[in-house]
């Protein structure tokens, strides 16, 4: 993190205290199994709350949100330490853009990765979406897929689906449990999918769902804390996910250069170049040659010749 | 000697190139000599003939002149004639088993059909002669104008038939009509029989006795006739009619026929014949002549005349039964026909020899090359002594133009063409000649003059340049232009240095500076040995617009990167035929790319939604720092066995082209880039070969595949689109990727001399764009594949067409020079 100013955790003693005290335990979990940075990153499509749930984690509004516009035009990382731990949320742009995943969106995530924490790990991935999208469709598979081809099919073990604008009335038919379980679940199938993971490796990806209320307006217990339909706290809840996926035992996906600058076609083959330059030599070259002695035999000689 | 008749049996090969050295792609023009003169005079020392023969010739008449003119077919015979009138020696022979052609009836056979048609033009009331009179008329008129006043009338009375002998030998007598009357029969023969060559009297022409007993004294031995008179008979408008009075000559039928060549053998000797021998002594002398003639047969050479002529002939022979003077005419224009169809234009029958006994001998003097010589002549046409060796020219000369084998035209003009590709000689010619030593025989000789060796220029050019708010202004009139110098034909050998500086703005060259310094040498392996590589070396510079750095449609401005090359290299080339090689070589060189402003640039730029620029596009180098140095191995085979058919490109062509990058340069670039080139120009109808045939309507297919294994910087990844990839997008409009493959048909159409085309064209990625370092596809917001098709027509040099593009689905008139295939 040269270069960057890491500000103390203080927007921590805002939280109500019983949020307070759960983060420091969790935060006191993580020491303890010695691990004293946590690199998160946010993404998903555009406007869905990647921003709110960054300063609803935080606790102090670290990033702009305006409700309309594409909010961040580039990458922003926020880090935040306490008592020697570090918690970096990078926070990115939306990454439809037109109707389109935008290749140029996650270059620039790449490349602001690669300026920032190269070497260093991601340990989570929030990948957000909304509760209240009734269904996915073909672009949230290629969001997925873009995802997946940039960092690999590995940040799937370090990815957390999070539900943003969860306090929602579902329809009338179903009760809020079953509405959550069916749109995660839908969520999971088109992650699976989008990421190409079979049914059977499916055990092996256990993406667990977080659920999140950014909203002012959102219900609160006795303690202040927000609190989801449900009833549980919604942001120790995530910062549990969080903890318990960074410890998980998968290791981080570490940013490197081929990270960054995509697979290196530049060095793709190259040790075949001299099996090439054989048969090029042998099956080209060599039957060109032929044939030119073909049409000079062929040659058609004028009558005097 | 006739001039107009010169150029043609001269072979006027003549090859001038003014400005061969700045055009060397053109094709070797071979033209008509613009002075015959100079090659007429060496003829002349040769005539080996009486001068009584040549005098009568006809071909000075005008009709002569104006057959030439109207029937190019009897150029050839005409052309060759006249050199047979040097190379045969009339034999008078009195035997009857000699017949001879040479001499006065060769010569006259020269006039062909033009001799006759002129006679029966010139008659007043012609038999046959409508569509020559009609022709000749304005000839015959103007002749008539000129000599009106310069003959003299008979003096004698009128419808009365005069001896030769009677005639006043002081008068010059106006002849208004020749008969010919045949004794046999007892009937006048048509203007168009085969006789009227052979007299080089013409109806309307003024003669004095001299001439016309000259006349007859060349009917009476030429051989034609057994017995021939030249009877005179005065017309009561002062002219004379005259009658010739004839007995053909006849032999026995003959059912075989033979040629041979008797080129540069002797010809037979008339033995003056005593006419005190005794009836055993004639007879003793006929047998040896027999035998002297045989030896002859047996001596000479075979000729070339193929079977199905010879059977062709034997037919005629067959159908006479008798064999009669004019038969043998007929013969030997059939002969010599064939010969000069296929370009022995120095073949010529020059006799028929043991007649009467049932075998007819046809002897031909073919033509043979006794001698080659290669001459260099100053500016001034002066025989000099030559800066290049002889093997270089030797080694273009076709095989047919050595010594011993017969002349032919075509491969005349075969050696004027390589001659002239050599693009080393300023003036070509190539004549045979008669050998005066050796009868029959044909002095090759080839004439060049010889480019300056040094030579340097310097051209300039002025180019306005827009300026401010785009308006030309004074201050931005840069002079700009080439300084190059060349030194041709080193050592005699063809080895050339040249070298060249361009810029556009002398004032301020770093801009802009392009040089290029080549060293060319060839014969590599010497140049005895028929194996013909070319070592080049040369040091060099290019700056080129990349478009792989280009929007795709809706993309207003791409910045340009610009790609500056400059290196070495040197390269072997093996020329296997005219159009197919291989080339092999190394090159290093430093490329540099630079953005607009002429500063390095590591990264394209690209435009951002906010309007502003960011530098942080595609890499453009391998080595990131805008300057890549690289080696490797170039190999370029080309097969090409296209050709013109009536002006339509039929065969096929394939080109594989491969970089071998060798690890040597910036980062160590090792990579494999390689092309292939298919196309197939498919002819879709049979058509007959020749001039002004129509040309066969085409069907081109082509194919392209590109693609790099390993290393692959910006400026060497495939780009699509363009009119040479993908036609109705621009330069680079599709995209820029590592495997590229581009399909293309076309079908065309001749219609009068051009052809009009219908075309589909389509070019794609194969899904290797984003293997492109920096994508620079995607980042241009490119498709990375598109189709296209399209209509066009040739005008001229100039391709005009409408090509639809199919991603946007608009189309667009473009105008192009050159060909897409």
Same mark, same amino acid.
């Given at each position: 993190m040269?270069?960057?100013?890491?500000?103390?955790?203080?927007?921590i003693?805002?939280f109500?205290?019983?949020?307070?005290?759960?983060?420091?335990?969790?935060?006191?979990?993580?020491?303890?199994?010695?691990?004293?940075?946590?690199?998160?990153?946010v993404?998903?499509?555009?406007?869905?709350?990647?921003?709110?749930?960054?300063?609803?984690v935080?606790?102090?509004?670290v990033?702009?949100?305006?409700?309309?516009?594409?909010e961040?035009?580039?990458?922003?990382?926020?880090?935040?330490?306490?008592?020697?731990f570090?918690?970096n949320?990078?926070?990115?742009?939306?990454l439809?853009?037109?109707?389109?995943?935008?290749?140029?969106?996650?270059?620039?995530?790449?490349?602001?990765?690669?300026r920032?924490?190269?070497?260093?790990?991601?340990?989570?991935?929030?990948?957000?979406?909304?509760?209240?999208?009734?269904?996915?469709?073909?672009?949230?598979?290629?969001?997925? /897929?873009?995802i997946?081809d940039?960092f690999?099919?590995?940040?799937?073990?370090?990815?957390?689906?999070?539900?943003?604008?969860?306090?929602l009335?579902?329809?009338?038919?179903?009760?809020?449990?079953?509405?959550?379980?069916?749109?995660?679940?839908?969520?999971?199938?088109?992650?699976?999918?989008?990421?190409?993971?079979?049914?059977?490796?499916?055990?092996n990806?256990?993406?667990?769902?977080?659920?999140?209320?950014?909203?002012?307006?959102?219900?609160?217990?006795?303690g202040d804390?927000?609190?989801?339909?449900?009833?549980?706290?919604?942001?120790?809840?995530?910062?549990?996910?969080?903890?318990?996926?960074?410890?998980?035992?998968?290791?981080?996906?570490?940013?490197?250069?081929?990270?960054?600058?995509?697979?290196n076609?530049?060095?793709?083959?190259?040790?075949?170049?001299?099996?090439?330059?054989?048969?090029?030599?042998?099956?080209?070259?060599?039957p060109?040659?032929?044939?030119?002695?073909?049409?000079v035999?062929?040659?058609?000689?004028?009558?005097?010749? | 000697?006739?001039?107009s008749?010169a150029?043609?049996?001269?072979?006027?090969l003549?090859?001038?190139?003014?400005s061969?050295?700045?055009?060397s792609?053109?094709?070797?023009?071979?033209?008509?000599?613009?002075?015959?003169?100079?090659i007429?005079?060496?003829?002349?020392?040769?005539v080996?003939?009486?001068?009584s023969?040549?005098?009568?010739?006809?071909?000075?008449?005008?009709p002569f002149?104006?057959?030439?003119?109207?029937s190019?077919?009897?150029?050839?015979?005409?052309?060759?004639?006249?050199?047979l009138?040097?190379?045969?020696?009339?034999v008078?022979?009195?035997?009857?088993?000699?017949?001879?052609?040479g001499?006065?009836?060769?010569?006259?056979g020269?006039?062909?059909?033009?001799?006759?048609?002129?006679?029966?033009?010139?008659?007043?009331?012609?038999?046959g002669?409508?569509?020559?009179?009609?022709?000749?008329?304005?000839?015959?008129?103007?002749?008539?104008?000129?000599?009106?006043?310069?003959?003299?009338?008979?003096?004698?009375p009128?419808?009365?038939?005069?001896?030769?002998?009677?005639?006043?030998?002081?008068?010059?007598?106006?002849?208004?009509?020749?008969l010919?009357?045949?004794?046999?029969?007892?009937?006048?023969?048509?203007?168009?029989d085969?006789?009227?060559?052979?007299?080089?009297?013409?109806?309307?022409g003024?003669?004095?006795?001299?001439?016309?007993?000259?006349?007859?004294?060349?009917?009476?031995?030429?051989?034609?006739?057994?017995?021939?008179?030249?009877?005179?008979?005065?017309?009561?408008?002062?002219?004379?009619?005259?009658?010739?009075?004839?007995?053909?000559?006849?032999?026995?039928?003959?059912?075989?026929?033979?040629?041979?060549?008797?080129?540069?053998?002797?010809q037979?000797?008339p033995i003056?014949?005593?006419p005190?021998?005794?009836?055993?002594?004639?007879?003793?002398?006929?047998?040896?002549?027999?035998?002297?003639?045989?030896?002859?047969?047996?001596?000479?050479?075979?000729? $070339?005349?193929?079977?199905?002529?010879?059977?062709?002939?034997?037919?005629?022979?067959?159908?006479?039964?008798?064999?009669?003077?004019?038969?043998l005419?007929?013969?030997?224009?059939?002969? /010599?026909?064939?010969?000069?169809?296929?370009?022995?234009a120095?073949?010529?029958?020059?006799?028929?020899?043991?007649?009467?006994?049932?075998?007819?001998?046809?002897?031909?003097?073919?033509?043979?090359?006794?001698?080659?010589?290669?001459q260099?002549?100053?500016?001034?046409?002066?025989?000099?002594?030559?800066?290049?060796?002889?093997?270089?020219?030797?080694?273009?000369l076709?095989?047919?133009l050595?010594?011993?084998?017969?002349?032919?035209?075509?491969a005349?003009? /075969?050696a004027?063409?390589?001659?002239?590709?050599?693009?080393?000689?300023?003036?070509?010619?190539?004549?045979p000649?008669?050998d005066?030593?050796?009868?029959?025989?044909?002095?090759?000789?080839?004439?060049?003059?010889e $480019?300056?060796?040094?030579?340097?220029?310097?051209?300039?050019e002025?180019?306005?340049?827009?300026?401010?708010?785009?308006r030309?202004?004074?201050a931005?009139?840069?002079?700009?232009?080439?300084?190059?110098?060349?030194?041709?034909?080193?050592?005699?050998?063809?080895r050339?240095?040249?070298g060249?500086?361009?810029t556009?703005?002398?004032?301020?060259?770093?801009?802009?500076?392009?040089?290029?310094?080549?060293?060319?040498?060839?014969?590599?392996?010497?140049?005895?040995?028929?194996?013909?590589?070319?070592?080049?070396?040369?040091?060099?510079?290019s700056?080129?617009?990349?478009p792989?750095?280009?929007?795709?449609?809706?993309?207003?401005?791409?910045?340009?990167?610009?790609?500056?090359?400059?290196?070495?290299k040197?390269?072997?080339?093996?020329?296997?035929?005219?159009?197919?090689?291989?080339?092999?070589?190394?090159?290093m060189?430093?490329?540099?790319?630079?953005?607009?402003s002429?500063?390095?640039?590591?990264?394209?730029?690209?435009?951002?939604?906010?309007?502003?620029?960011?530098?942080?596009?595609?890499?453009?180098?391998?080595?990131?720092?805008?300057v890549?140095?690289?080696?490797?191995?170039?190999?370029?085979?080309?097969?090409?066995?296209t050709?013109?058919?009536n002006?339509?490109?039929?065969?096929?062509?394939?080109?594989?082209?491969?970089?071998?990058?060798?690890?040597i340069?910036?980062?160590f670039?090792?990579?494999?880039?390689?092309?292939?080139?298919?196309?197939?120009?498919?002819?879709?109808?049979?058509?007959?070969?020749?001039?002004?045939k129509?040309?066969p309507p085409?069907?081109?297919?082509?194919?392209?595949?590109?693609g790099?294994?390993?290393?692959?910087?910006?400026?060497?990844?495939?780009?699509?689109g363009?009119?040479?990839?993908?036609?109705?997008?621009?330069?680079?409009?599709l995209?820029?990727?590592?495997?590229?493959?581009?399909?293309?048909?076309?079908?065309r159409?001749?219609?009068?001399?051009?052809?009009v085309y219908?075309?589909?064209?389509?070019?794609?990625?194969?899904?290797?764009?984003?293997?492109?370092?920096?994508?620079p596809?995607?980042?241009?917001?490119?498709?990375?594949?598109?189709?296209?098709?399209g209509?066009?027509?040739?005008?001229?040099?100039?391709?005009?067409?409408?090509?639809?593009?199919?991603?946007?689905?608009?189309g667009?008139?473009f105008?192009?020079?050159?060909?897409?295939?």
């Open positions: 040269a270069g960057q100013l890491v500000k103390e955790w203080t927007a003693q805002q109500p205290a019983a949020t307070q005290e759960k983060l420091v335990d969790l935060l006191g979990k993580l020491k303890s199994q010695n691990v004293d940075t946590l690199t998160i990153l993404m998903g499509k555009g406007g869905v709350g990647k921003s709110s749930t960054v300063n609803s935080i606790g102090e509004r990033v702009t949100v305006s409700a309309f516009q594409s961040t035009p580039r990458p922003v990382m926020v880090s935040r330490s306490r008592s020697g570090t918690l949320i990078i926070d990115t742009p939306g439809v853009e037109g109707g389109y995943v935008s290749g140029q969106v996650l270059d620039t995530i790449k490349s602001f990765l690669g920032l924490l190269l070497t260093k790990t991601i340990d989570v991935l929030l990948y957000v979406d909304r509760l209240d999208s009734y269904r996915v469709d073909d672009l949230d598979k290629q969001v997925v /897929q873009a997946t940039s690999g099919k590995e940040i799937w073990h370090k990815a957390i689906a999070v539900l943003t604008h969860a306090q009335s579902p329809p009338d038919t179903l009760s809020y449990v079953e509405f959550f379980s069916k749109r995660s679940e839908s969520l999971l199938k088109c992650i699976r999918q989008g990421a190409r993971i079979s049914k059977r490796d499916a055990q990806f256990a993406i667990p769902v977080a659920l999140v209320e950014n909203s002012g307006r959102c219900n609160k217990n006795e804390e927000k609190i989801l339909p449900t009833g549980t706290p919604w942001i120790p809840n995530l910062v549990q996910t969080i903890t318990g996926l960074a410890l998980n035992g998968k290791g981080g996906i570490v940013i490197d250069q081929k990270l960054i600058e995509g697979p076609a530049n060095d793709r083959g190259k040790l075949f170049i001299p099996l090439i330059l054989a048969l090029q030599y042998l099956f080209v070259i060599k060109i040659q032929k044939r030119i002695k073909d049409d035999a062929r040659e058609t000689r004028p009558s005097w010749a | 000697m006739s001039s008749a150029p043609a049996h001269l072979l006027p003549t090859s001038s190139t003014a061969r050295r700045r055009n792609s053109a094709t070797a023009s071979v033209s008509r000599l613009h002075s015959p003169n100079s007429v005079q060496p003829n002349l020392p040769s080996a003939v009486s001068a023969l040549q005098n009568p010739k006809p071909s000075k008449s005008p002149l104006l057959n030439y003119l109207i190019p077919k009897s150029l050839g015979p005409c052309a060759a004639s006249c050199i009138f040097h190379l045969a020696k009339p008078f022979s009195g035997s009857g088993t000699i017949f001879n052609l001499g006065g009836g060769g010569g006259g020269g006039g062909g059909a033009g001799g006759g048609g002129g006679g029966g033009g010139g008659s007043d009331g012609g038999q002669g409508g569509f020559w009179s009609r022709i000749f008329s304005p000839a015959a008129i103007a002749k008539d104008d000129e000599p009106q006043q310069e003959w003299d009338t008979h003096g004698l009128a419808n009365i038939v005069v001896q030769l002998n009677k005639l006043s030998g002081f008068k010059k007598y106006k002849v208004s009509e020749i010919f009357l045949d004794r046999r029969r007892g009937s006048t023969v048509g203007t168009e085969s006789f009227f060559e052979m007299v080089s009297l013409r109806p309307g003024i003669y004095n006795k001299a001439q016309l007993q000259k006349e007859l004294e060349t009917l009476a031995t030429c051989g034609m006739f057994e017995k021939v008179d030249l009877e005179t008979k005065t017309n009561p408008d002062g002219t004379i009619s005259i009658t010739i009075p004839f007995l053909e000559s006849t032999w026995q039928s003959a059912d075989r026929f033979r040629c041979i060549n008797v080129g540069l053998m002797p037979s000797k003056e014949m005593d005190d021998m005794t009836e055993k002594e004639r007879l003793e002398y006929y047998r040896s002549q027999e035998k002297d003639y045989r030896r002859r047969i047996e001596r000479s050479r075979p000729c $070339l005349l193929p079977i199905a002529v010879q059977r062709e002939i034997l037919q005629m022979l067959r159908q006479q039964g008798k064999v009669s003077a004019r038969l005419q007929r013969i030997r224009d059939r002969v /010599q026909q064939w010969y000069h169809e296929n370009g022995y120095c073949a010529q029958v020059v006799n028929f020899g043991n007649l009467n006994t049932k075998e007819v001998v046809c002897e031909v003097v073919e033509g043979d090359i006794t001698q080659l010589v290669i260099f002549q100053d500016k001034l046409g002066n025989t000099c002594e030559g800066n290049t060796q002889f093997p270089v020219i030797k080694r273009e076709p095989k047919q050595r010594q011993g084998q017969v002349f032919n035209i075509e005349g003009k /075969q004027l063409r390589n001659i002239n590709s050599l693009a080393l000689f300023s003036n070509i010619e190539v004549n000649r008669p005066e030593k050796n009868e029959g025989g044909i002095i090759v000789e080839v004439k060049l003059k $480019l300056e060796q040094k030579s340097a220029e310097v051209s300039t002025w180019s306005i340049v827009p300026g401010r708010g785009g030309p202004t004074l931005s009139i840069q002079p700009g232009g080439t300084v190059s110098f060349e030194h041709r034909n080193i050592k005699g050998l063809n050339s240095l040249l060249s500086v361009t556009s703005n002398f004032l301020n060259p770093q801009d802009d500076l392009a040089f290029k310094l080549e060293y060319v040498h060839p014969y590599l392996d010497g140049v005895y040995n028929p194996r013909n590589r070319t070592f080049r070396a040369s040091c060099f510079n700056r080129k617009l990349s792989v750095f280009t929007g795709g449609p809706g993309i207003e401005e791409v910045p340009p990167i610009w790609v500056d090359r400059a290196g070495v040197a390269n072997i080339t093996e020329n296997f035929t005219r159009q197919s090689k291989f080339t092999y070589g190394l090159v060189e430093e490329i540099t790319t630079r953005d607009e002429s500063h390095i640039a590591a990264n394209g730029q690209r435009v951002l939604p906010s309007g502003g620029v960011s530098a942080d596009g595609p890499p453009t180098t391998l080595s990131g720092t805008g890549d140095r690289m080696a490797f191995l170039q190999a370029n085979i080309t097969r090409d066995n050709k013109f058919l002006g339509a490109i039929v065969g096929e062509r394939n080109v594989f082209q491969l970089d071998q990058g060798l690890g340069g910036s980062k670039p090792f990579f494999n880039r390689h092309q292939l080139t298919v196309t197939r120009f498919l002819q879709l109808k049979q058509v007959e070969e020749g001039a002004g129509p040309p085409v069907l081109v297919l082509h194919g392209h595949y590109g790099c294994v390993g290393d692959l910087p910006s400026y060497d990844a495939f780009t699509l363009g009119p040479y990839s993908v036609r109705g997008y621009n330069m680079g409009e995209g820029a990727a590592r495997n590229i493959l581009e399909l293309a048909a076309e079908l159409i001749p219609i009068r001399n051009t052809h219908v075309f589909a064209e389509h070019g794609n990625d194969l899904g290797s764009s984003k293997d492109v370092k920096g994508n596809t995607e980042v241009y917001r490119r498709v990375g594949h598109g189709s296209s098709y209509v066009g027509a040739k005008l001229g040099l100039v391709r005009a067409e409408y090509a639809v593009d199919q991603n946007s689905g608009t667009a008139v105008f192009r020079f050159g060909e897409r295939f």
